[in-house]
C-alpha cells in the first residue's frame, strides 16, 4: 500500500517549517542586541575551529613536520604520516600516527602510534618499535602544546 500526501498537508508542512525557520532567524537575530560581544580567553583550550584541542593538533603537527603527511583529520584529531626514512639511515622507514581524543589539553587526550619496517635484501618487513620513541614523541608533543598555550595567554 502505497501512502499519500494531500497538495494541502503538503504546504502546511512547508508553511509550519518555515515558520520554524523565520522564528529561530528572529531569536537569533535578538540574543545579542545592545550588548557588547564577552571577553574570551584566548588560552581557554576550548576555543577552537576545529573538532580537538587546537595547541595539541598544532604541536602534533608540527612534531611530525618532517614527515610526509598521508592524511590529516581536524575535526577528528587524526593525523597519519606517510613512510619516512631517514637519509642517514636509509633501511628503515617509520610511520607515525597521532590521534588526539579531546578538546582539553592533557595527557590521556593524545595517543601515539608507530610502525617501523627495516629493509632486508630488498623487501621491506615489519620491526618492533621501542616504546621509548613513541612516549619521546608524546613528550615533544605535550610541551609544545603548553608552550603555545603558555605564549597564547601571555604568561612566561
Known sequence: MIATISPRASTLRFLGRAGLVALATVSLAACGHGKGRPKSDLAASRITTIGVNSYLWRASLEAVSFMPLLQTDSNGGVIVTDWYANPNNPNERMKVTVTILDQ?????????????????????????????????????????????????????
Open 104 to 156: 582539553d589539553l592533557r595527557a590521556d587526550a593524545l595517543r601515539v602510534a608507530a610502525s617501523r619496517q627495516v629493509n632486508q635484501n630488498g623487501v621491506w618487513v615489519d620491526a618492533p618499535v621501542q616504546a621509548a620513541t613513541v612516549q619521546k614523541l608524546e613528550d615533544v608533543i605535550l610541551t609544545r602544546a603548553r608552550d603555545l598555550r603558555r605564549q597564547a595567554s601571555g604568561v612566561k
